[in-house]
């Protein structure tokens, strides 16, 4: 598998911040594995997973999947992300400004709702999880209204999961919602597909979490997109 991917999960899994066992989710569903990247909190981590974030965007890049003139970080997980991405990035000789927004607008100083650089040109967004959508959506319309363009999202790991009540279930996942709705690429450093993948290849780590591949098995069938 990709090596980027695979150091990741590696990376993800001895952090504590990927976890495997009987977890429920916020949409109320029993999740085989959890992934936390509220975890991600001290220096050296964060700043192993920016590096992840920045090799995933300049290999997209040069893939010709996105092309991006800064970075955005919507409050309150993507502020640091963002950030520290950015930092990751220049140390790899790309350096771009980046931005960020807050909950509720400053009446002074400033003034405003985006902290950072200007927004202009093309702008990536950069979070952790795409769930329902929305701090996605309210990034694209303040990116918008600044006259900029939204370029693309990349998060840390995409579920693959359709969204809704299980009688219910929608036809894409939340990912391929952001995709259709906005025309813009989301770039995930790893997916379900991934982990799955990893723990079919025989790496030492993935003893410890072979025995929950008939359980993401069935997940997968029951909840992916």
Known sequence: MDQIKRQFIEFALASGVLRFGEFVTKAGRRSPYFFNAGLFNRGSLLGALARFY?????????????????????????????????VALAELGTDVPFAFNRKEAKDHGEGGVVV??????????????????????????????????????????????????????????????????????????ATLDDLLAFVDSGAAAAARVAPYRAAMLEYRSRYGA
């Open 54 to 86: 920045a090799r995933t965007l300049l290999a997209a890049q040069t893939a010709g999947r996105v092309r991006f003139d800064m970075l955005f970080g919507p409050a309150y997980k993507g502020i640091t992300l963002a950030s520290s991405t950015a």
């Open 116 to 189: 950072g650089a200007p927004l202009a040109g093309r702008v990536v967004i950069v979070d952790d999880v795409i769930t329902a959508g929305t701090s996605v959506r309210e990034s694209v319309e303040l990116i918008r209204t600044a006259g900029a363009t939204p370029a693309g999202v990349v998060i840390a790991l995409d579920r693959m999961e359709r969204a809704g009540p299980d009688h219910a279930l929608s036809a894409r996942s939340a990912v391929q919602e952001v995709e259709a709705a906005y025309g813009m690429p989301v770039l995930a450093i």
